[in-house]
T-cell receptor
Framework: DAGITQSPRHKVTETGTPVTLRCHQTENHRYMYWYRQDPGHGLRLIHYSYGVKDTDKGEVSDGYSVSRSKTEDFLLTLESATSSQTSVYFC????????????????FGEGSRLTVL | AQKITQTQPGMFVQEKEAVTLDCTYDTSDPSYGLFWYKQPSSGEMIFLIYQGSYDQQNATEGRYSLNFQKARKSANLVISASQLGDSAMYFCAMREDMNRDDKIIFGKGTRLHILP
């Protein structure tokens, strides 16, 4: 299994508070992603990173920011959490397709369940 | 526009029967990849199978096969001889290679129930 850990795994917070979710990998994969999963919506891409300090927005980036200062860590921050951000958040990693033998397959963390009251 | 469409929110199938989960996609990129993932009730995401747009043959992995019909832009997952453990949520996903950023977009999923 890919070495991906997410923290915290569960968090309950109040509207308006800042929240940071951490994704840590030990695989030295170049790409890292944050998705959120909600019933009826599948997985939606929030932000992704294709290298240290290189990040870009996904489908549902409003209200979220990310940072990647080291290859192994990708942080997702909710500056002021809202109830609509209650969700399960998945971090994923992959190697570029251009790398020999890579299909660009995603390896997922176990998910972080965030509840915003 | 929705890039990945899974039209079956839920399916019930008798154990040992074959199952086809539908997936259609939309892209103008000639180079792309298609994936299927399984999410059991425990919540983890499990990679099942991959098909590249230039692959000549349909991908197979054990009991899983991908029925790739490029002209119709469909990438259906076929599970042969279904088992109770196949009960899960299944997601189809696509990577477009045009932008070289490898991001992968998912469909909304199909919940499969295998009946004993």
């Amino acid at each position: 299994d890919a070495g991906i850990t997410q923290s915290p795994r569960h968090k309950v917070t109040e509207t308006g508070t800042p929240v940071t979710l951490r994704c840590h990998q030990t695989e030295n994969h170049r790409y890292m992603y944050w998705y959120r999963q909600d019933p009826g919506h599948g997985l939606r891409l929030i932000h992704y990173s294709y290298g240290v300090k290189d990040t870009d927005k996904g489908e549902v980036s409003d209200g979220y920011s990310v940072s990647r200062s080291k290859t192994e860590d990708f942080l997702l921050t909710l500056e002021s959490a809202t109830s609509s951000q209650t969700s399960v958040y998945f971090c994923a990693i992959s190697e570029p397709v251009l790398e020999q033998g890579s299909t660009g397959e995603l390896f997922f963390g176990e998910g972080s369940r965030l509840t915003v009251l | 526009a929705q890039k990945i469409t899974q039209t079956q929110p839920g399916m019930f199938v008798q154990e040992k029967e074959a199952v086809t989960l539908d997936c259609t996609y939309d892209t103008s990129d000639p180079s792309y990849g298609l994936f299927w993932y399984k999410q059991p009730s425990s919540g983890e995401m499990i990679f099942l199978i991959y098909q590249g747009s230039y692959d000549q043959q349909n991908a197979t992995e054990g009991r899983y096969s991908l029925n790739f019909q490029k002209a119709r832009k469909s990438a259906n997952l076929v599970i042969s001889a279904s088992q109770l453990g196949d009960s899960a949520m299944y997601f189809c996903a696509m990577r477009e290679d045009m932008n070289r950023d490898d991001k992968i977009i998912f469909g909304k999923g199909t919940r499969l129930h295998i009946l004993p």
